[in-house]
């Protein structure tokens, strides 16, 4: 099943965010990464001051449902501002139908990162459509483990 989160951007402050949220919601974070377990990409690496910042975070909602977020850098992506701090997250259930939306809905837009397998294991693309939103897309090929 296509599944379709929020994905929140923010300025530095990400974990003490997600501490807050996980104070409400409750549960465990899916997974913590930090801009220090990223490995060189295309030469980039990551700044000092950036070392400890959330690279990427998700704590689960519901059995459906996740937040996700990170902290913004500069070296890998756009600077936070508020109205382009947040993507549609689209986790789907196979590389075709990953693809297929990925293809269809960056028609006309800007792609960030073209579709690939990824460092931590996803088959994973970023763009922003034709509209100025922003798009995550994945297929975890280890999802029903």
């Not at 377990?37 to 959330?54: L, R, S, V």
């Not at 986790?91 to 931590?120: C, H, Q, Y």
């Amino acid at each position: 099943m296509t599944t379709v989160n929020i994905y929140l951007t923010y300025n530095g402050n990400c974990e003490e965010a997600f501490g807050f949220y996980k104070s409400i919601f409750g549960g465990e974070f899916s997974y913590v990464g930090r801009f220090k377990d990223m490995p060189p990409m295309d030469g980039k690496t990551c700044a000092p001051e950036d070392t400890e910042k959330i690279m990427h975070i998700g704590l689960p909602i519901s059995k459906e449902t996740q937040l996700m977020g990170s902290d913004s850098s500069d070296a890998f992506g756009q600077a936070t501002t508020i109205g382009n701090n947040f993507s549609i997250s689209i986790n789907t259930d196979s590389k075709e139908e990953a693809d297929r939306l990925f293809n269809g809905l960056s028609e006309g837009g800007i792609v960030t990162m073209p579709m690939n397998n990824t460092f931590w294991g996803d088959y994973f693309g970023m763009f922003t459509d034709k509209y100025k939103i922003n798009w995550l897309v994945s297929f975890a090929a280890n999802q029903n483990q």
